[in-house]
């Protein structure tokens, strides 16, 4: 894994699906390397939205694109294998919806997927400590999951920071990622506080200059840090 960050993520939750080549591609020609998928199952979070076959037209339409699956689903385990069939390079799971989490991460990785973990907002970052040793990402939801286009829940900085703070003070090195309502408002904050992967769903697509409106978030996220990973 070779990124320059911060990254920008674009969630193709948020695209025209009638058009999802056509956008997808304009991430790719505006530089984008990561692509968010977001699973909704309609139990876990009250929204459905797609399964392993978007995924792997996704994959094919970007082949050498990094495809960061998220799963908002109970019961990940069942549909693992299939995500990773699909072409998944990552794949995150909720800690709320995993009884056996680090059993889960590690089904992740027999599969050959880098892992993730993910906390809803009412969840405080301490209790991911255990398995932070265990993943190479961390999520926080900085929306409440289901819906896209939410406002941004400000208390979600303070997360990022503690959650930089105990990467720092166990000397990992995990990326960290959030999801929900990121723009060109809070972009360069999420950075600053430590920020690596910036999720972005209406912001990028529901514009009506999608490269554009890329370069403006890039730019913001810019300001708040330049590191490497």
Known sequence: MNFNLPVLAPSILAADFSELGDQIQQCLDSGIQWIHCDIMDGHFVPNISYGPAIVETVRHIAPDAFLDV????????QYIEDFSDAGADLIS???????????????????????GVVINPATIVELLRPILPDVDLALIMSVNPGFGGQ?????????????AQIRNDLNLNFLI???????????????????????????VFKTDDIP??????????????????
Not at 95 to 106: K, P
Not at 178 to 197: E, F, P
Not at 212 to 218: G, S
């Open 70 to 77: 998220h799963l908002m689903i109970e019961n990940p385990d």
């Open 93 to 115: 799971v909720h800690y709320e919806a995993c009884t056996h989490l680090h059993r889960t991460i590690q089904n992740i990785h027999q599969h050959g997927c880098m892992t």
């Open 151 to 163: 406002s941004f829940i400000e208390s979600s900085i303070e997360k990022v920071r503690k959650l």
């Open 177 to 203: 990622e959030i999801d929900g309502g990121v723009g060109l408002k809070n972009a360069a904050k999420l950075t600053s506080a430590g920020t690596d992967i910036l999720v972005a769903g209406s912001s």
């Open 212 to 229: 554009a409106r890329i370069a403006e978030l890039q730019k913001k996220a810019l300001t708040g840090t330049d590191h490497v990973v």
